[in-house]
């Protein structure tokens, strides 16, 4: 959906995604082996224009384009959608980061400050494709609580495969913010070192 | 760390980064981020972290990408404490 939120972090901020983001979109997600825990991306950049198009009018889905503060450079993706009003709650996902970013904690804070803060969520929830170790690790380093396993969620070349669905919830990220955020912090010092 | 030596340092990189991978690593393990799990994109920050305070080198970006295994490590912080001695900036 159009939505305006920005949020800023020491050396990345999310703002929201336009039209003009398409053939970025599409390079991102171009990488089948990177990609291979993804569904799978549009097929040009002007499918991926035309799914954009079709994103700006579904309602419950924010999706962001990940920049550094600094040089307004794009280096990744990051979505929040299927929101639960009554519930409280959403999925993020959609997350991809070029290779050489060091964009991965600070996103993953401003993707929670989003959820938390401009949302107003109560909990937030991601599903990774259960072969895609380092991800788990990822969400199990920053304390989120894997819940549930989803059988064969996703195919991937003819194989499905089971997906963990991990949770965050606002008291979680309370206990983890100031760490996480203290980490992206001097992570950002490498950046301008 | 004030007086390691700069062949000591690779021992102690792979001391350091057993704390962190919670794993033994021995002397001759090739240890890489593509083969170990458990180094995700934190854990890569948290052990460039350690090695930051414990040797007393500050990294950068284009270090941050060179580091693929526990080998880069090592060579990296030699290569930072020999310069930094050198210039008479580390201790």
Same mark, same amino acid.
């Given at each position: 959906?159009?939505?305006?939120?920005?949020?800023?972090?020491?050396?990345?901020?999310?703002?929201?995604?336009?039209?003009?983001?398409?053939?970025?979109?599409?390079?991102?997600?171009?990488?089948?082996?990177?990609?291979?825990?993804?569904?799978?991306?549009?097929?040009?950049?002007?499918?991926?224009?035309?799914?954009?198009?079709?994103?700006?009018?579904?309602?419950?889905?924010?999706? &962001?384009?990940?920049?550094?503060?600094?040089?307004?450079?794009?280096? #990744?993706?990051? #979505?929040?959608?299927?929101?639960?009003?009554?519930?409280?709650?959403?999925?993020?996902?959609?997350?991809?980061?070029?290779?050489?970013?060091?964009?991965?904690?600070?996103?993953? /804070?401003?993707?929670?400050?989003?959820?938390?803060?401009?949302?107003?969520?109560?909990?937030?929830?991601?599903?990774?494709?259960?072969?895609?170790?380092?991800?788990?690790?990822?969400?199990?380093?920053?304390?989120?609580?894997?819940?549930?396993?989803?059988?064969?969620?996703?195919?991937?070349?003819? /194989?499905?495969?089971?997906?963990?669905?991990?949770?965050?919830?606002?008291?979680?990220?309370?206990?983890?913010?100031?760490?996480?955020?203290?980490?992206?912090?001097?992570?950002?010092?490498?950046?301008?070192? | 760390?004030?007086?390691?030596?700069?062949?000591?340092?690779?021992?102690?990189?792979?001391?350091?980064?057993?704390?962190?991978?919670?794993?033994?690593?021995?002397?001759?393990?090739?240890?890489?981020?593509?083969?170990?799990?458990?180094?995700?994109?934190?854990?890569?920050?948290?052990?460039?972290?350690?090695?930051?305070?414990?040797?007393?080198?500050? &990294?950068?970006?284009?270090?941050?990408?060179?580091?693929?295994?526990?080998?880069?490590?090592?060579?990296?912080?030699?290569?930072?404490?020999?310069?930094?001695?050198?210039?008479?900036?580390?201790?």
């Amino acid at each position: 959906m159009r939505h305006g939120i920005v949020t800023e972090g020491a050396a990345y901020r999310l703002r929201p995604v336009r039209v003009d983001d398409a053939e970025f979109i599409y390079e991102l997600r171009r990488d089948p082996w990177r990609n291979r825990y993804l569904h799978r991306g549009a097929e040009s950049a002007e499918a991926q224009r035309r799914w954009l198009e079709e994103y700006f009018a579904r309602p419950g889905d924010y999706y &962001f384009i990940i920049e550094a503060r600094a040089t307004g450079c794009r280096e #990744g993706t990051a #979505g929040i959608y299927n929101l639960d009003p009554e519930e409280r709650t959403a999925e993020w996902g959609r997350w991809v980061v070029r290779p050489e970013s060091l964009a991965a904690v600070e996103s993953t /804070c401003l993707v929670y400050r989003t959820v938390f803060e401009a949302l107003d969520l109560d909990a937030v929830y991601c599903r990774t494709i259960a072969e895609n170790s380092s991800a788990l690790a990822f969400h199990d380093s920053f304390g989120l609580e894997r819940r549930r396993v989803l059988p064969a969620y996703l195919e991937v070349e003819g /194989c499905w495969l089971d997906a963990i669905e991990s949770w965050l919830t606002r008291a979680r990220w309370r206990e983890l913010r100031a760490d996480a955020e203290t980490k992206a912090q001097r992570v950002a010092g490498w950046k301008v070192a | 760390m004030a007086n390691i030596t700069v062949n000591a340092v690779e021992p102690e990189v792979r001391r350091l980064l057993s704390l962190v991978l919670h794993r033994p690593v021995g002397e001759s393990d090739e240890v890489s981020r593509a083969a170990e799990p458990a180094w995700d994109s934190l854990k890569h920050v948290e052990i460039v972290f350690l090695m930051e305070d414990h040797f007393g080198v500050r &990294f950068s970006e284009p270090d941050l990408n060179g580091i693929e295994s526990a080998s880069d490590l090592a060579r990296i912080v030699k290569t930072k404490l020999t310069r930094a001695r050198a210039c008479g900036t580390a201790s």
